[in-house]
């Protein structure tokens, strides 16, 4: 049977549980914040099979009748009703609390509101910062539970004197993209079970020793309040008027084209501007949403080496100061690059890539790893892209 992996080595002189506690984990208590899919069906399964004290949280964090309707996403009423049943069958409470007040303000608005200032958000960023690692893991803690663990793919390591946060072992599920913004102190509290799997195959496995009815439920694919990928349509729905259109130009400002709202459009994007027969590719260099321009330039336009960030969250041993030698991921999709990572005042840093990227937008996030090495340095938002100089 597939095992979970101890969360930190046994300190010298105590038997820790597999949770990192030195005590029985019929005396640990871990609330598992439970989506309703495999992953965190999996953890809590597997943490009441081996004795300890679980409840399984479910947050319910939109509408549940426009949810019932809808596949391919999580936190839905589906997901909901598979997290009971789960619970149901390894015989642990389970709650479902309304966050739907707190999950619009914290990330439907905001995430509306980038769209229209011309940046391409990371609302499951922000999810997992203000909701679930925030309020959820408060909740955890008037449980009086001792940690509570999730089903993210990402590892948590013993490091000198404190937690670290590291990629998951299989690069195909890691989701340490989106984590970047996990506290020190909320990685003390958090355990990540799953973090050292090398398949999901391996989660499944676990899911059907169990007998559980998610075992082969597919992965969720879009943000759980934007259906089918529309995020127009979402965005014009939150704020009426968002999709006005507007003048496509190139970069000396000549009208090309006219287009159907800048919401439509992400920096790099080439296909769907409607503007071919101009000779080379076009692609989206810079959104304008205080005139309703998209810019569009050639490719080499795309091209960048600085990256500022704000919001940066520090996780590294060392003072964050001077300048860091560094890998940098600045999309989920790539690997990190490397880069030099100068911190500046009031949260803010400048990140130098030692090779030029194209795309770089702003509201994603920038993320910054050991050289080298699999530890999550921290990260931050990119706020304004800055070409090279030719």
């Known amino acids: 049977m597939t095992t979970l992996a101890p969360d ?18 019929a005396e640990t208590r871990v609330v598992v914040a439970m989506s309703g899919g495999v992953d965190s069906s999996v953890v809590a399964a597997k943490l009441k099979s ?7 949280v479910t947050l319910q964090l939109y509408d549940h009748g426009a949810a019932l309707a809808k596949k391919g996403a999580c936190c839905a009423g589906q997901d909901i009703h598979d997290a009971r049943r789960v619970a149901e069958r390894m015989g642990f409470p389970h709650y479902v609390l309304d966050y739907e007040n707190k999950f619009r303000e914290s990330v439907i608005d905001e995430f509306a509101d980038a769209y229209l200032a011309g940046a391409t958000p990371v609302p499951c960023i922000r999810c997992n910062e203000r909701v679930k690692f925030r309020d959820l893991l408060e909740t955890a803690r008037d449980l009086d539970a001792d940690c509570m663990a999730t089903g993210h793919y990402i590892q948590r390591k013993p490091g000198a004197g404190r937690a670290e946060l590291h990629m998951a072992a299989d690069p ?3 989701q340490s993209y989106f984590l970047f913004s996990t506290t020190q102190e909320q990685l003390d509290y958090l355990r990540f079970p799953l973090g050292h799997l090398v398949s999901k195959a391996e989660t499944r496995a676990l899911a059907a020793e169990y007998g559980l009815s998610v075992a082969d439920k597919p992965d969720s694919q879009d943000i759980c309040f934007v259906p089918n990928g529309d995020y127009a349509s ?18 000396d400002g000549n009208v090309l084209g006219q287009h159907r709202g800048v919401i439509h459009y992400t920096v790099g994007q080439r296909r769907g501007l409607g503007i071919g027969g101009l000779g080379e590719p076009l692609y989206v260099v810079r959104l304008d949403p205080e005139t309703r321009r998209v810019v569009v330039g050639p490719k080499s336009a795309l091209a960048t ?29 790539r690997p990190p690059r490397p880069a030099i990572l100068r911190p500046l005042e009031n949260g803010r840093a400048e990140v130098e890539l030692l090779d030029a990227e194209e795309g770089v937008s702003p509201g994603q996030a920038c993320v910054f790893y050991e050289t080298g090495g699999t530890r999550v340095l921290g990260g931050g938002w990119i706020t304004l892209r800055r070409r090279q100089a030719a």
């Open 8 to 25: 930190r080595a046994p300190a010298r002189g105590a038997e820790l549980n597999s949770l990192g506690f030195a005590k029985s984990p």
């Open 50 to 56: 081996e004795g300890y004290d679980v409840i399984g």
């Open 172 to 174: 195909a599920r890691d």
């Open 234 to 251: 979402v965005i014009e729905k939150l704020r009426p008027g968002a999709a006005d259109p507007g003048q496509i130009v190139d970069m």
């Open 305 to 333: 080496t600085i990256v500022p960030v704000s919001e940066v969250n520090w996780l590294g041993d060392r003072p964050f100061t001077g300048e860091i030698p560094c890998s940098v991921r600045i999309r989920s999709t």
